[in-house]
Each structure stands twice: as structure tokens, then as C-alpha cells.
Nanobody, 122 residues
């Protein structure tokens, strides 16, 4: 498995932007598909975005499509989530996730980070 550490969360006003980062340990990062999930208070964890090992394929939840971009830098063992036009309903703990299979990243990844808090004020 790969160890994941998120960063970049914080407090932002509605309409603002944030870029989340997720650093991964190990020399096999480029073989993993990566994803982002989020969990708001009182709600279940939900899928946000995913990217395949090369970065050539990306998937987004409808709730963030058009406002967010997932990307990766395999040389830096890092995956990013750029979020724009943030809304109060985007407030949640954001988790980085990894798995060898892209579909597994979307439905049930095997590795998780500890999460980073994103708070969007109105």
C-alpha cells in the first residue's frame, strides 16, 4: 500500500479557490490511480474526483464538475485537486485515496489519507 498525506485545506470565502495536495510515499506512485473524496458533517463520504496512473483520464462528481480539476505529478509523487468557485456546500474533510484500479478508486479505494479540512464561508 501507499501512504498518503493531504495538505492545502483551510478557510476560504464563497467564490474563492483552493488547491489541495496529496503526497504519496514509495517508489510506485506512478502505478496507482488516485482520487479525492469528501465527508461533510453528518453525511457519508462521497466521491469527488479520480485520475488514472498517467493522468490521461479523469472523472468528476457532478457536484464539482466544471469547478474542480484533478491532476498529478508523478515525478513529485503528488496529486492535486484545484477547486474554484467554492460554495458553502463544499465544506467538508477532503480525503486523498489510491488504488491500483481506477474503478476501485471511485468505488472503494484501498488506501486513504488522514484528511484535510476545507471550510467555505458564505
Amino acid at each position: 500500500q501507499v501512504q498518503l498525506v493531504e495538505s492545502g485545506g483551510g478557510l476560504v470565502q464563497a467564490g474563492g479557490s483552493l488547491r489541495l495536495s496529496c503526497g504519496a510515499s514509495g517508489r510506485t506512485f506512478s502505478s496507482y490511480c488516485m482520487g479525492w473524496f469528501r465527508q461533510a458533517p453528518g453525511k457519508e463520504r462521497e466521491f469527488v474526483a479520480a485520475i488514472n496512473w498517467s493522468g490521461s483520464r479523469t472523472y468528476y462528481a457532478d457536484s464539482v464538475k466544471g469547478r474542480s480539476t484533478i491532476s498529478r505529478d508523478n515525478a513529485k509523487n503528488t496529486v492535486y485537486l484545484q477547486m474554484n468557485s467554492l460554495k458553502p456546500e463544499d465544506t467538508a474533510v477532503y480525503y486523498c485515496a489510491a488504488d491500483k484500479v481506477l474503478q476501485a478508486v471511485i468505488s472503494g479505494p484501498s488506501s486513504w489519507g488522514q484528511g484535510t479540512q476545507v471550510t467555505v464561508s458564505s
